[in-house]
């Protein structure tokens, strides 16, 4: 075991804990959005997890640290909260803000850490861009819509843990990168109507049942 | 829709079956796998990915995430007449985007893809080099400078009375069919 200092607040973990994990599992909140819990190795892709540790000269991902040693951690610095604010407001720029209309509406990650780090949806300084697709609806099970999708790879990940191989995937790059899937032609069935776990995973309500019930 | 495999593209794709066996199974060999088969057969069609990923017994879907990354792959045959329309530094700033956007209205395809008779496939490239001939358009091997969109149509309409030209002809050379 391993005592670690976190805003001030003594945290005894296992060796090897996910510094992410260990906070948040001692009610010390962090904003985050692809990690999901025993991940080998995070890809820490959504830039939101930033704490400052002594000794570190830049923030660092929290979802990236193991513990190994004593350290001590800073969540609140306001150098991390620029960072995660930056980050947050690039997000909204290419979300559909159309919460009222959003099955995600109040359970929304992205509502949450706009409402903990104090960002407004609506950012001024930035444009905003959408993707020309409201909704993908090519896959039989389910509907992807690409401008509610932060892309966090949590879909990619879970349906990978679940089924061996991925049935999702990230296509294209850079603003045109989706999630999407291929399915060969004559395949047995998916089984997505049974598993759904790409559903439960989405932060955002980026992919549903194509028949909700 | 995707256009169907040719008979000949079909034969292409069994001789590739039989090269596969002889490259290894490991992840590191997809891309590799990718391109050699676009270097057969000019593009990648859909049984190609299945192809690959029963070969690396990977999922399909991970093989077309990877495809779609890379600018180097495509998924539509290119056609017998391949325009390519610059979009440049400088044919960007002389209207590069409204010849591509002409061409794709009058061939009613998008970008990167192949027109059904694959007569056509139009994609966007960066700059071909003859920045002075902006905004500038390549059909075949041909370089066409100074677009408009009025050219766009002239250009379409040449190869397609061509190609009626030669097929008028061919039926006069062969009266019995």
Redesign the interface.
């Known amino acids: 075991m391993i005592t670690i200092r976190v805003d001030n607040k003594k945290l005894t973990v296992k060796e090897g804990t996910n510094l992410l994990k260990a906070c948040l599992d001692n009610d010390i909140y962090i904003p985050n959005l692809c990690y999901v819990e025993k991940m080998s190795h995070p890809p820490a892709s959504c830039r939101l997890c930033f704490v400052e540790i002594e000794g570190e000269k830049h923030p660092i991902p929290a979802c990236t640290v193991k513990v190994t040693r004593e350290i001590v951690v800073k969540t609140d610095s306001p150098g991390v909260r620029q960072l995660q604010k930056v980050a947050l407001q690039l997000l909204l720029s290419v979300h559909h803000l159309d919460c009222r209309n959003c099955e995600a509406n109040r359970k929304c990650a992205l509502q949450k850490i706009a409402k903990f780090l104090n960002v407004g949806l609506k950012s001024k300084h930035l444009d905003h861009f959408l993707k020309e697709m409201e909704i993908d609806q090519r896959h039989p099970f389910l509907n992807y819509y690409p401008n509610r999708c932060v892309l966090c790879g949590r879909c990619i990940h879970v349906c990978r843990d679940r089924n061996k191989?991925?049935?999702?995937?990230?296509?294209?790059?850079g603003f045109d990168t989706v999630i999407?899937?291929?399915?060969?032609?004559g395949a047995p069935p998916l089984q997505c109507d049974a598993c759904r776990a790409c559903i439960e995973a989405c932060p955002v309500a980026a992919i549903l049942p194509k028949i909700s019930n | 829709m995707l256009p169907e495999l040719t008979a000949e593209e079909k034969s292409i794709l069994d001789d590739v079956k039989t090269d596969l066996a002889e490259i290894s199974k490991e992840r590191s060999k997809l891309i590799p796998i990718l391109q050699f088969i676009q270097s057969k057969i000019n593009y990648l069609p859909?049984v190609a990915?299945?192809l690959v990923?029963d070969h690396l017994d990977?999922?399909?879907?991970?093989?077309?995430?990877v495809a779609?990354?890379y600018n180097q792959f495509r998924f539509n045959p290119p056609g017998r007449n391949p325009v390519k329309v610059c979009m440049g530094t400088a044919c960007h700033v002389r209207g590069g985007d409204i010849i591509l956007e002409n061409f794709e209205r009058k061939l009613e395809i998008k970008e990167g893809e192949t027109t059904p008779d694959r007569e056509f496939s139009v994609e966007r490239v960066a700059c071909v080099g003859c920045c002075a001939l902006a905004p500038v358009a390549i059909m075949g091997e041909t370089v066409h400078g100074h677009m408009q969109p009025s050219k766009v149509e002239g250009l379409v309409l040449r190869v397609r009375i061509e190609k009626e030209k030669q097929e008028r002809e061919k039926q006069k050379n062969e009266p019995g069919k």
Do not use: C, D, H, W
């Open positions: 191989q991925a049935q999702l995937t990230f296509a294209n790059r999407s899937f291929f399915i060969k032609p | 859909q990915i299945n990923a990977i999922s399909p879907s991970e093989v077309y995430g779609t990354f």
